[in-house]
């Protein structure tokens, strides 16, 4: 159970985190401009596939232009190269001997600054590219109410579940001092599995199959697929609660790992 002084001591973390990447606001405008150059790309693609195929139709091309907008959006939201890259300096400066030193725990010292920076980013940057490629080319309504609701939750399980595959993976940078190797190949590999541009009924049967079986669909595929409506009105609660059940399974798989990682650590460092 959290006490009252974690829970403000983590609550600091979570400011601490926003303010630092407040001070970074020069680059605002350039994570903008990336991300609505980034919906440019994919909504050019889909109109040129669309112009091949009339038979898609306007509603394919307006489905997909709203993926493209919101899986643009989730990517700056989710915080799992956050979460790396605050492990990554830690190890490097060595800073890591004071954050083990705090009354809280290292993954929840972590947490909080991603928190903090996922707060920060969707206030500043998701919330403008999705204001302005909306109004740039298009951003449809949730399919129904019930939909907009589950999506809404769908967003909170896939940052959670974020948080806690960028820790899992940042683990095992303790056992190498560094993040580097990982963030580039991982980045890939989720987007791919996740449907960050290309959603699975595009997929053939088998890679279908396989990125349906692995948690990262729930980062993008899963939430903007409930918005559109394609997921049944009577399935939200149980993809909801399947999604949640991997958050869990991989923030538990992380606990065991954090005192292996502990270990390796102290071996390493004296």
């Known amino acids: 159970m959290v006490g009252p002084g974690r829970a403000l001591a983590a609550s600091a973390l979570v400011r601490s985190g926003f303010a630092r990447t407040l001070a970074d606001r020069a680059n605002l405008a350039l994570y903008c401009a990336i991300g609505l150059m980034t919906v440019l790309a994919?909504?050019?693609?889909?109109?040129?596939?669309?112009?091949?195929?009339?038979?898609?139709?306007?509603?394919?091309?307006?489905?997909?232009?709203?993926?493209?907008?919101?899986?643009?959006?989730?990517?700056?939201?989710?915080?799992?190269?956050?979460?790396?890259?605050?492990?990554?300096?830690?190890?490097?400066?060595?800073?890591?001997?004071?954050?083990?030193?705090?009354?809280?725990?290292?993954?929840?010292?972590?947490?909080?600054?991603?928190?903090?920076?996922a707060a920060f980013r969707a206030v500043f940057t998701t919330l403008p590219i999705l204001g302005l490629a909306g109004l740039l080319f298009g951003l449809g309504r949730p399919a129904t109410l019930a939909a907009g609701v589950a999506f809404a939750l769908a967003v909170l399980i896939s940052v959670a579940l974020s948080l806690?595959?960028?820790?899992?993976?940042?683990?095992?940078?303790?056992?190498?001092?560094?993040?580097?190797?990982?963030e580039w190949s991982v980045n890939a590999l989720i987007r791919v599995f996740g449907g960050a541009f290309l959603p699975f009924w595009f997929f053939?049967?088998?890679?279908?199959?396989?990125?349906?079986?692995?948690?990262?669909?729930?980062?993008?595929?899963?939430?903007?697929?409930?918005?559109?409506?394609?997921?049944?009105p009577a399935d939200?609660?149980?993809?909801?609660?399947i999604g949640a059940g991997w958050a869990l399974a991989i923030a538990g798989a992380t606990a065991w790992l954090w005192r292996r990682a502990l270990r390796w650590l102290i071996v390493g460092g004296g």
Do not use: K
Not at 54 to 62: C, V
Not at 168 to 175: H, I, P, S
């Open 164 to 182: 806690a595959i960028g820790f899992l993976l940042a683990l095992v940078a303790f056992r190498y001092l560094t993040t580097l190797f990982l």
């Open 204 to 232: 053939p049967t088998g890679l279908a199959e396989l990125a349906g079986a692995l948690p990262f669909r729930y980062l993008y595929f899963v939430p903007v697929s409930i918005y559109l409506g394609r997921v049944p």
């Open 42 to 117: 994919q909504v050019t693609i889909w109109r040129s596939v669309v112009e091949a195929d009339p038979a898609a139709g306007p509603i394919a091309l307006a489905q997909m232009v709203t993926y493209s907008v919101l899986s643009t959006a989730l990517t700056e939201l989710l915080p799992i190269h956050v979460t790396l890259r605050i492990v990554d300096e830690r190890l490097r400066t060595g800073n890591i001997a004071i954050d083990l030193l705090r009354p809280i725990p290292y993954p929840l010292v972590v947490a909080g600054e991603s928190i903090g920076v």
């Open 236 to 241: 939200l609660a149980g993809t909801l609660l």
